[in-house]
Nanobody, 119 residues
Framework: QVQLVESGGGLVQPGGSLRLSCVVS??????????MGWYRQAPGKQRELVAQ???????LYEDSVKGRFAISRDNAKKTVYLQMNALKPEDTAVYYC???????????WGQGTQVTVSS
């Protein structure tokens, strides 16, 4: 069974940066085939897909994070990253990664990593 372990969250001031990591285990050789995405869920809101990267390395971003966030992947390490710059209080959420098909997540969720943007 695929397991997802997110890390790198924390408390940061507005305008700051964080780099999130997600290690995928149990996928065998499938990781390089998956499109991967980063989702976030703020308190009282639905989980939303904010960035995704195809197996071709083509990327796609939700409008509110365009120009500030960058998703990348290392297939050899079975890891996907989210570089977050110019963070805003509205970016505060628990961030999750998952394999995606369209906007649908394919595997059971990991524990996520909390990102809090506050002065």
């Amino acid at each position: 069974q695929v397991q997802l372990v997110e890390s790198g969250g924390g408390l940061v001031q507005p305008g700051g940066s964080l780099r999130l990591s997600c290690v995928v285990s149990g996928s065998g050789s499938m990781f390089s085939i998956y499109a991967m995405g980063w989702y976030r869920q703020a308190p009282g809101k639905q989980r939303e897909l904010v960035a995704q990267i195809a197996n071709s390395f083509q990327t796609l971003y939700e409008d509110s994070v365009k120009g500030r966030f960058a998703i990348s992947r290392d297939n050899a390490k079975k890891t996907v990253y989210l570089q977050m710059n110019a963070l805003k209080p509205e970016d505060t959420a628990v961030y999750y990664c998952n394999a995606v098909r369209g906007t649908v997540a394919l595997h059971p969720w990991g524990q996520g990593t909390q990102v809090t943007v506050s002065s």
